[in-house]
Structure formats: C-alpha cells, structure tokens
Nanobody
Framework: QVQLVESGEGLVQPGGSHLLSCAAS????????MAWFRQAPGEGREEVAA???????????FYVTSTKGRFTISQDVTKHTVYLHMSRLKERDTAVYYC??????????????????WGQGTQVTVSS
C-alpha cells in the first residue's frame, strides 16, 4: 500500500522560512520522481519542485520560476523522505501543499498528470 505522508502544516510570517516533509512508503523510492505541488484558494494545482529520488536516481532537482531561489527540495534516501524548505515566504505562497510520486520513472518534464500517488495535503499559511 502506497502512502505519502506530509507534515509541516503551519502559519508563517511573510519573509519567514518553513519546512515541509513527505515520508514515502510502498513506492519504488530507489529510482523515482517525487514532487511538491500546491493549490491556493480558488486556483488550480501548480508545480513547485521535484527531485529524482533514491540511490539509483541522480538527485537532480527541478523548480518553477516562482519558487527557484527561495525553495529547496531535498531528500533523505535512508528515510525515504523528501523535504521542501521554503524561505522568503510571501502571502501568495499560501496554499495546500501536496507531495506526489511517479511510478518508478525519473522526473522528465514532471507534469501533474505524470504523478500516480498523492499525499493528503498540508496547509501553509503566510500571513502577518
């Protein structure tokens, strides 16, 4: 049974930093792609960052323009856990953040439709 369990829900002040984590079980972690997506109120789900996972993956990371330089995706291979460290947060970063995994393939273009497994989502609110 595949499980992606996100943690790190919270309220953060603008300009602050925050860390999300996603623990994966039941997926092929040794060579896969895991990513973070987010969905703001009234908006569609959008890409945030992705990483080629595991000891057989190359660890390459991918970002979208709005998060590059502010967010960092990383992994702990031994724990099958992916992290999203967010810094210089803005109010428009407020969203439900979702962890997602592919089916054993590397990220490539990492379109939302490529991801088979999803976490339940965790709320991040940026507000003073």
């Amino acid at each position: 049974q595949v499980q992606l369990v996100e943690s790190g829900e919270g309220l953060v002040q603008p300009g602050g930093s925050h860390l999300l984590s996603c623990a994966a079980s039941g997926v092929t972690y040794s060579s896969n792609c895991m990513a973070w997506f987010r969905q703001a109120p009234g908006e569609g789900r959008e890409e945030v960052a992705a990483i080629n996972t595991g000891d057989l993956g190359d660890g390459e990371t991918f970002y979208v323009t709005s998060t590059k330089g502010r967010f960092t995706i990383s992994q702990d291979v031994t724990k099958h856990t992916v992290y999203l460290h967010m810094s210089r947060l803005k109010e428009r970063d407020t969203a439900v953040y979702y962890c997602a995994a592919r089916d054993g393939r590397s990220c490539g273009e990492w379109l939302e439709s490529d991801f088979v497994f999803w976490g339940q989502g965790t709320q991040v609110t940026v507000s003073s």
